[in-house]
């Protein structure tokens, strides 16, 4: 639980791009630091670990009505239920 609060901590949520999901801990935290390259320059909304749920839709689904950019779910080696 203390690593997910410190991945946590690493993300700016002022952004409201991507919604970042995967299988494990260290593959969220790849990605993340990927992300945060300046090549790329993504900015995250929110992360999970486990498969993707319907609630994990809806959120972007509502991300996508309140914002006019599009909200997207960055699912990395993980199953849809």
């Known amino acids: 639980m203390e690593d997910m609060k ?8 002022r952004g409201e791009e991507v919604y970042v999901q995967a299988t494990t801990l260290g593959s969220l935290e790849a990605l993340l ?14 992360i999970g670990i486990g498969p993707v749920h319907k609630k994990d839709v809806i959120k972007a689904s509502v991300m996508l009505e309140n ?4 909200e997207t779910i960055l699912a990395v080696d993980v199953n849809l239920v």
């Open 6 to 13: 410190s991945v946590m901590g690493k993300i700016d949520k």
């Open 33 to 46: 630091e990927f992300l945060k390259t300046p090549e790329v320059s993504i900015h995250v909304s929110g």
């Open 67 to 70: 914002k006019k950019e599009y």
